[in-house]
């Protein structure tokens, strides 16, 4: 069966009270930008429910490829709509449904019947006694039985202004609509990490921007590609993305020659998160998040991740993954559809310039002391870097 409307479901929105017109707003918003480009698409909004009709021929797997992926949205259910609210018009549009949706009718089912149009003569009860009966004419010789304990599936008929019957939910990515928890900016690097802790904190409903710190020529273009291409991957599911692209080669070329070099990482970092501070201020972004997780490496043991922090005052890091084994990220990255990206084999300014045996156990002290010698260097590459910063909107 072709289907051209679709009822979204979506779930935590529900919680939201006397706000929750806000999120609806929010998500059709996203959801018309998403469908955009597929065709012509009416997204209508009624008390609990949005329908999405397209009005024009579409992708049907592109749109629901598309549709899952937005925060706010549990599930996605194909419908078909009946030319009536007459009762013989609901039974015939039920029974062609069910004939055409399961090939194989050896199933258990149960009717679920909601009338949001209460004056509907026939209450709900009732209404699910008679259409299953009509189903079970139909088509128990092959094998449908009703089951209303534990059923196979549960065909749902909900009426309305007009009947829309559904039996298929795909689930959704869940979280909240993008836009409906400020701005965060997300320290986004080419590797396995950071994409999924943008993707996380994206969907309870912050919009995100990025910066990503490259290092030419030590670092190439295609290592810069590769952080654009994953951030349009996570702009799938979190809406466009401002990526803020810092050229840090001559920052960390002093950090290189002026430091020692077991502690190059760390003093890097904190560079780094002074520069994304600053954005943050300037973009009125109120969080920054990283893809950090304690004892993945010696920059991110307890005592370097304190010290690392020190640098940022006014915004709060907020880092999703730091208490999340490798292996669980590995597995998030392979669902969200970023692990093929991250894995590729391009160099991160961070390993250009890692020392052989870096700090484990740096403290604040030392860390400080050793960034005196930059004084009179770094500030003036630290305000270039900042100002000649590349952005582009992934999307
Ligand atoms: P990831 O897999 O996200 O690259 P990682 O395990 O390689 O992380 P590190 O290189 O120590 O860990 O980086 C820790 C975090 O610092 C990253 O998750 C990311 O948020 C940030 N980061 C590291 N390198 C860069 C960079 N070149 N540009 C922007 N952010 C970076
Ligand atoms: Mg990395």
Redesign the pocket.
């Known amino acids: 069966m072709e289907y051209n409307t679709f009822l979204i479901k979506y779930a935590e929105i529900g919680t939201k009270g006397k706000n929750r017109y806000k999120f609806e707003d929010h998500l059709c918003k996203r959801m018309r930008q998403r469908l955009k480009a597929l065709g012509d698409f009416e997204v209508r909004r009624e008390y609990g429910r949005i329908f999405v009709v397209a009005k024009s021929d579409f992708d049907y797997d592109e749109a629901i490829a598309r549709l899952t992926k937005i925060f706010g949205i549990s599930g996605v259910c194909p419908v078909m709509v009946t030319d009536s609210l007459e009762y013989k018009d609901i039974s015939e549009g039920l029974v062609k449904y069910v004939g055409e949706e399961f090939d194989d009718k050896r199933f258990t089912f149960k009717m679920n019947v909601r009338r949001h149009n209460k004056d509907y003569p026939i209450n709900s009860m009732e209404m699910a006694a008679e259409l299953g009966g009509d189903v079970l004419e139909a088509y128990e010789a092959e094998g449908m039985k009703v089951d209303v304990h534990s059923p196979e599936h549960i065909i749902h008929v909900e009426i309305r202004n007009i009947a829309y019957i559904y039996s298929k939910v795909i689930p959704g990515a869940c979280g909240l609509p993008v836009g409906t928890n400020g701005k965060g900016i997300s320290?986004?690097?080419?590797?396995?990490?950071?994409p999924v802790?943008t993707y996380m904190i994206a969907k309870r409903g912050v919009e995100m921007e990025a910066?990503?710190?490259?290092a030419p020529p030590y670092t190439s273009e295609r290592a810069k590609d590769k952080v654009k291409e994953l951030g349009r991957i996570v702009a799938q599911y979190s809406g466009p993305i401002k990526l803020h692209i810092v050229n840090f080669t001559d920052c960390q070329l002093a950090i290189y020659k002026n430091c020692p070099h077991d502690e190059l990482t760390i003093i890097m970092?904190r560079l780094?998160f002074r520069m994304a501070e600053d954005i943050a201020k300037r973009d009125d972004c109120q969080c920054i998040v990283?893809?950090?997780s304690i004892g993945?490496?010696s920059?991110?043991t307890t005592f370097s991740l304190g010290v690392i922090n020190e640098a940022v005052k006014d915004v709060p890091v907020f880092r999703p993954l730091i208490g999340v084994d490798k292996q669980e990220i590995v597995e998030m990255s392979q669902k969200i559809g970023t692990y093929e990206t991250s894995i590729l084999p391009y160099e991160?300014?961070?390993t250009i310039f890692v020392a052989k045996h870096p700090v484990t156990k740096p403290t604040l002290e030392q860390i400080k002391k050793s960034e005196e010698n930059l004084v009179g260097i770094i500030e003036e590459l630290y305000d270039k870097a900042l100002e000649t910063a590349e952005v582009v909107y992934l999307k």
């Open positions: 320290l986004l690097s080419g590797g396995i990490d950071s802790a910066v990503y710190f490259n970092k780094m990283t893809g950090e993945q490496v920059s991110q991160d300014c961070c």
